[in-house]
């Protein structure tokens, strides 16, 4: 996988376990209500139309909200309806005084007033996700009650009320390999098979076959692998043996027609 789909995935966790005090070892106060998203998982790269839906529910909400737009996504905007990341403010079934009051950056602030179970709603248009996928790009969603004042701060929602957005490779057009380059003659080793979308992401959906061949005629070969859903496109072809010393190479071939071959890989004579 890439290195910064790694990255975000850990710093979402941390960042989410910071929201639930999960760090400190006890609870820490959470904003009020909830923000759904739809929808929640979409393809690296890809533009659609995002639905934030904000309801109280579990108490009457008056007060601000804020969302922060992650970054990498298209920058927010509220000049041109027509224009790549328009946010369009619906103020659904909150009172009348419920609207938009600034955005700055990535933050939209919201000033709000809704009944128990009411909510309002912004669609986040043509809004095109980072080519690097990841388990959860969060919108951080804060709150903070009127009655609280202007001075105390905005308390972010808990875990499970923020809204969040998977992103995951599209469609696969490559073949990629991980593999030693240095092997021992008659020595066993692992092949890594990744199909790839075109950004390097592990591609989705992805269940073609895939097959080993090698320089070495006298190498031993894993049989050939079907991709599976659970696989995540990634495949380690265990048993892998080189056994004429030199450079060789490993050749990746896919049922659909995808190839990929090694960089050299050095084997050594056995030492044994």
């Known amino acids: 996988m890439r290195t910064t789909t790694a990255v975000f995935a850990i710093a979402l966790a941390a960042l989410l376990a910071a929201i639930a005090g999960a760090a400190a070892g006890a609870p ?18 890809s533009t659609n139309d995002f639905t934030f839906t ?16 992650a970054r990498g996504w298209t920058p927010p905007q509220r ?11 619906r103020r659904g079934t909150c009172a009348s005084s419920t609207k938009v009051v600034s955005l700055k950056a990535r933050r ?18 043509k809004a095109t996700a980072p ?31 923020q809204p969040i957005v998977k992103v995951r490779g599209g ?24 199909g790839v979308d075109l950004y390097g992401n592990n591609g989705y959906p992805y269940s073609a076959s895939a097959s080993l061949t090698s320089s070495d005629p006298a190498a031993t070969i894993p049989g050939p692998y079907t991709f ?19 450079t060789q190479t490993i050749t990746a071939t896919s049922s659909d027609g995808l190839k990929v071959t090694s960089p050299p890989i050095t084997v050594s004579p056995f030492a044994g």
Request: proline content about 4%.
């Open 28 to 45: 820490v106060p959470v904003g009020s209500g909830k923000m759904r998203v739809s929808p929640t998982t979409v393809s690296a790269g």
């Open 54 to 69: 904000f309801n109280a529910d579990r108490s009457a909400f008056k007060g601000t909200t804020t969302v922060d737009f």
């Open 79 to 89: 000049g041109d309806p027509a224009a790549p990341g328009y946010l369009e403010f």
């Open 108 to 125: 939209l602030t919201i000033a709000a007033s809704c009944k128990r179970g009411h909510g309002y709603t912004v669609v986040y248009r």
């Open 131 to 161: 080519t690097a996928a990841a388990d959860g790009y969060i919108f951080l969603t804060r709150t903070r009650q009127a009655a609280a004042g202007k001075k105390a701060k905005l308390l972010a929602l808990g875990i499970k009320k």
């Open 171 to 194: 469609p696969v057009v490559a073949l990629a390999m991980t593999v030693t380059a240095i092997a021992t003659a008659g020595v066993d080793f692992g092949v890594t098979v990744r």
């Open 228 to 246: 599976m859903m659970g696989d995540g496109a990634q495949h380690t072809f265990a048993g892998m043996i080189l056994r004429t010393p030199g």
